[in-house]
């Protein structure tokens, strides 16, 4: 690893070079609306299962959905950073709330692991808390959530790498794109260019989320093109940003949140078997027999009617 | 009409309008499976399979005509969804971004045949036969 850690350091001096380099010689990129929220987000906090508003106006509020695509779903990269496949790595230094930036890397089989994942539990992002919580997968509200996956680039305990993510955010959010990009590159043999951004409001020591970005560099962007905002919240939990606390949405404010969703017309995944419904995003629908699965198009009211009751991991 | 696709734990079939993933021993058994007979399917679809593969280019499975087999690499429109008579049904067993979905009434079907095999980027792959 002291090889590993060495190389990344160099790799990504030379990044940050070349990033320099490009701001110089290639015509301007489009400003990078995560860095202007970071900058200008008025902190919030005490929020329920919504993140901090984004003054850009670029990211919608959050609505169930466990990410968005922002910008049309195209990258901010240069045609600099895009005019080359050798493949790199470059992490920011943390800021002075122990706040990490942005990541970049291209990827390719060179980056890739080749041993088991290793130990990464001595990390404690900014905003960590240990707590656990009966209806969150896994038990834990928060995972040591890597930027740049570790199927990606094999980084274990980098600080520089993990933020204090929810469980949400980690699986329903990251790690479906981060999916994508590793089963790209192990069947191609090609390059992703790709950078996680965590966007962070004010002093907030807690993500609102992150900015995941990826071309495919050989067939530019063809196979691999996206630009999207994943939410850092967890269904059900309150997550004060600033510090990181949390708790479980209480019944009161559950019961008026539910009302007014059981008026609104969604589509839900059923299972005719447990009689539970969950959202079609949630980790649980995979796991349904599809002697069982029914897609459902209707209000939360309905279902509830029909003695259906709502999947304890996705909230619907 | 026979349609073969490939979807993700959650149906998702395409995000961005590119598909979510491509397995090379996945399109050679499609192709061992079709034993030489057309495939339909949208222009985008064709790269997917090697040159001399005998294709048939449509603009959506709608078009397919009975006993065709289809490779849809989006969702069936519901007017054609009636004119089904197997679904072939490849799970990636992995869980991508999607916007596109596969909405067919699966669980309404009747199930005649699983298997799973090795891919090349995927460790197992599934094959699921349909009847409507």
């Known amino acids: 690893m002291k090889q590993k850690t060495i190389r990344a350091v160099l790799l990504g001096l030379f990044a940050a070079a070349a990033l320099t380099f490009a701001g110089c010689t290639a015509p301007a990129p489009a400003p990078n609306p995560a860095s202007a929220a ?8 005490a929020v329920s299962e919504s993140v901090p508003a984004d003054p850009s106006g670029e990211i919608p509020a959050y609505s169930g959905e466990p990410y968005t695509a922002v910008n049309g779903n195209v990258p901010d990269f240069s045609e600099s950073d895009l005019s080359s496949a050798k493949a790199f790595e470059s992490y920011s230094p943390l800021d002075s709330l122990g706040r990490c ?9 060179e980056t890739m692991p080749t041993e ?68 790209y590159v192990h069947e191609t043999g090609g390059h992703v260019l790709y950078r996680v951004t965590p966007v962070f409001a004010g ?16 067939d530019r962007g063809e196979s691999v093109l996206f630009h999207v905002f994943c939410y850092n919240v967890q269904p059900g939990i309150q997550i004060d940003y600033a510090t990181g606390d949390s708790a479980e949405i209480g019944a009161p404010a559950s019961s008026a949140a539910g009302s007014e969703a059981d008026e609104n017309e969604a589509t839900y995944i059923l299972n005719t078997n ?34 259906y009751t709502p999947c304890g991991t996705c909230d619907p | 009409m026979i349609l073969i696709a490939c979807i993700d734990e959650n149906g998702g079939i395409l995000w961005n ?51 065709a087999l289809y490779f849809l690499e989006d969702d069936c429109p519901k007017a054609a969804a009636k004119k089904l008579e197997r679904l072939v049904l490849y799970r990636w067993n992995r869980r991508y971004p999607s916007d596109v979905r596969l909405t067919l009434p699966i669980g309404s079907y009747t199930l005649l045949r699983r298997e ?16 409507p």
């Open chain 1, 203 to 218: 002093d907030n020591l807690v993500a609102s989320g992150v900015r995941m970005e990826a071309e495919s560099v050989e």
């Open chain 1, 116 to 183: 088991e994942r290793g130990d990464i539990s001595d990390i404690q992002p900014s905003g960590w808390h240990s707590v656990s919580y009966d209806g969150v997968e896994g038990g834990y509200l928060y995972n040591r959530c890597h930027l740049i996956g570790y199927q990606l680039t094999a980084e274990n305990d980098n600080a520089e790498n993990l933020i204090t993510g929810t469980r949400y955010l980690n699986i329903e959010g990251m790690l479906p794109f981060e999916n994508l990009v590793a089963d």
């Open chain 1, 101 to 109: 930036g942005p990541a970049f890397a291209c990827v390719g089989p």
């Open chain 1, 38 to 45: 970071s900058a200008a987000v008025t902190p919030e906090s």
């Open chain 2, 116 to 131: 799973e095999f090795p891919g090349f980027s995927h460790p197992i792959l599934t094959e699921e036969v349909y009847k």
């Open chain 1, 274 to 307: 447990s009689k539970k419904f969950h959202r079609p995003s949630c980790s649980q629908v995979g796991r349904i027999q599809e002697k069982n699965k029914e897609t459902y198009t209707g209000t939360r009211a309905e279902l509830l009617a029909q003695g």
């Open chain 2, 17 to 67: 309008h590119r598909r979510l993933c491509r397995d090379r021993l996945l399109t050679a058994r499609i192709l061992e499976k079709a034993r030489g007979r057309t495939l339909w399917m949208r222009p985008y679809s064709a790269a997917l399979f090697p040159e001399g593969t005998p294709i048939r280019l449509a603009a959506s499975c709608a078009e397919a005509p009975a006993g």
